[in-house]
């Protein structure tokens, strides 16, 4: 199993990729997970799904979203799967952060408390262009009988920083400044004070690359040349082109000539009074270019409006393009293309173009074999794996193939559906082409990392992510039309009950009733006080009778309207009949 949070995107151009760092460290952006299940065919979904749940909750992230069949597939020629036993899955848009990068410090055996680990300061890690935590499971057998022997795992940051020549305090010798002298208190803004007490071996490595080597020779060639031994002299240590802050204590040399430096530097022997920070100051400016892979890969899209597109990858050669090892009459390059899109982006296969040289080609000239996995809406994406085999004097290529824009239910967009949907990065590998390092025997069996770094890993290219724009409704409108039906049924009922309760003759006749008795309550009162002042008793009416109050509503008024009204009745009865 592997698992890597990555924050940024690896500039092969810049940085290399034919190297044992970029070839195993540079991941897409976002989360990427694929793991090879050692179960039967039918239980590998299901236990796809309980990892990705369980490394959401361990990893504090939305890994819990692969768990659906629409997010993950089962690529057969990427990755050296088992009977169909592997599922590969990402998600382009899950946000690295300090909630991801805690609990992956949390596995080492100090944290980042002491040792290495403590060189992980959360800002310098944040601010620089390209960060990526990776975490790899293996499952250990024991040679003799096969059986399982436990687990290895193996926890890799990569980060990619600027140096700064302030935060230094170092300066070229040399009045151009190309690049800027570093140190490690510059860059992590930490010293290391020893080694954790847990770990066996703890060393810091600086690799001079090939093509730094070669310029650092054309310095110093008319001084001494470097030998290819383990130890090594002491021009190793002390060149023409910078300076070092701290003498390593061993320095190994590749096997070939021209061939890349790797320094050793123990912190075993480190305190808290004495702590270790190395740097590095050039004493002149030099321009090197670091290793390649066979070919640049980038992807882009084409057409116009939300109805249809064209997904294009495009493949450039690099200058050192070397050929593989075992050459044939005619030299080829063997090139693997794995594209996984999701199922509401419609891709229609037998549009599937190739320009060589900017020349249009036939697929079976250069096509060796292809796996098509078609979506299917709402369950699976679509997978597409191609062999490929190119002229080693190709100097560029274009894939490029046309997809329909699907559409989704108003449940399905996420919040930020104007944003855009993710198409993930497309694989780029070369199986003829391994990278690794060559030491001699001595150097392999000192160090596991040693041992790690000659292991022939593939080389790998990982294009961009794509951002497709797809229709989408408006939301706002199901909010419009409820609180536009809300306001109409209130009105409505609100008015209707108020005429169906209200009665406008009972409300005048009880307000005059309340008129009289006022009236009545003050008339009385002024005769009981003039009653008094003249000295005479008050003479009380008897209260009217009830019938003559009812009498008052029976006026003539009302009793022709009756004989109206029933004259009118007479009449439409009288002529209808």
């Not at 084409?302 to 075992?326: C, D, F, H, Y």
């Not at 993710?422 to 990278?435: G, K, V, Y």
Request: with cysteine; charged share 20%.
């Amino acid at each position: 199993m592997e698992l890597s949070f990555t924050q940024g995107r690896w500039n092969y151009e810049r940085w290399g990729g034919f190297d044992s760092i970029s070839s195993c460290n540079a991941k897409p952006p976002g989360v990427e997970l694929w793991a090879v299940f050692d179960v039967p065919p039918h239980q590998v979904d299901a236990s796809w799904k309980n990892l990705t749940h369980s490394l959401s909750g361990l990893f504090c992230a939305s890994i819990n979203f692969l768990e659906s069949s629409t997010t993950y597939s089962a690529p057969e020629w990427a990755f050296q799967s088992a009977l169909g036993s592997l599922r590969y899955g990402t998600l382009p848009r899950e946000a690295v952060c300090t909630e991801n990068l805690t609990p992956w410090l949390k596995l080492l055996p100090c944290r980042d408390k002491a040792g290495l680990s403590y060189l992980m300061d959360r800002p310098s890690i944040y601010r620089s262009f390209y960060h990526s935590q990776r975490l790899h499971l293996t499952m250990s057998t024991d040679p003799s009988d096969g059986s399982r022997s436990g687990i290895i795992l193996e926890q890799t940051l990569t980060v990619v920083v600027q140096p700064s020549e302030q935060k230094a305090g170092m300066n070229h010798v040399s009045e151009t400044k190309i690049q800027p002298s570093w140190s490690m208190s510059s860059i992590f803004g930490r010293k290391i004070s020893g080694r954790c007490v847990l770990a066996k071996l703890s060393n810091v490595y600086l690799h001079a690359e090939r093509g730094l080597v070669s310029q650092l020779e054309n310095l110093q060639k008319n001084t001494a040349k470097f030998a290819a031994n383990d130890t090594g002299p002491e021009d190793f240590r002390r060149n023409a082109g910078f300076e070092l802050s701290v003498t390593p204590e061993r320095v190994h040399a590749e096997l070939e000539k021209s061939s890349s430096i790797l320094y050793e530097y123990p912190i075993k022997e480190y305190t808290d009074t004495e702590q270790f920070d190395l740097g590095l100051m050039w004493k002149h400016p030099i321009v090197w270019s670091s290793p390649h892979g066979p070919l640049y890969a980038s992807r882009f899209l084409m057409g116009s409006g939300n109805e249809r597109g064209a997904i294009a990858i495009s493949l450039k050669s690099t200058p050192g393009l070397v050929a593989a090892n075992n050459v044939e009459e005619r030299c080829k390059l063997k090139v693997n293309v794995l594209q996984i899109v999701p199922w509401y982006v419609k891709v229609y296969y037998h549009t599937l173009q190739l320009v060589v040289d900017e020349r249009p080609q036939a697929l079976t000239d250069f096509v060796e074999r292809m796996r098509v996995s078609p979506s299917l809406d709402k369950v699976s994406p679509g997978v597409m794996e191609m062999a490929l085999q190119f002229p080693c004097e190709m100097k560029s290529a274009v894939l490029s193939i046309e997809f329909d824009k699907g559409f989704l239910h108003i449940d399905e967009y996420p919040p930020d559906a104007n944003q855009g949907f993710d198409i993930p990065s497309a694989i780029i590998s070369f199986p003829d082409f391994h990278a690794g390092l060559q030491f001699s025997d001595k150097s392999q069996s000192k160090s596991p990392l040693l041992s790690k770094l000659q292991e022939k890993s593939p080389v790998l290219s990982y294009t961009e992510v794509l951002l497709v724009p797809l229709t989408t409704p408006d939301f706002s409108m199901p909010y419009n039309v409820i609180t536009i039906t809300c306001t109409v049924f209130a009105l409505y009922f609100g008015s209707l009950l108020n005429v169906l309760q209200r009665r406008v003759g009972e409300e005048e006749r009880l307000l005059k009733d309340k008129v009289a008795n006022k009236a009545v309550f003050l008339r009385r009162v002024l005769s009981k006080l003039s009653a008094k002042l003249r000295g005479r008793s008050l003479e009380l009416t008897p209260p009217a009778p009830s019938w003559s109050s009812s009498s008052s509503f029976v006026t003539p008024k009302l009793i022709l309207r009756v004989l109206v009204v029933a004259g009118i009745a007479f009449a439409w009865q009288y002529y209808s009949q």
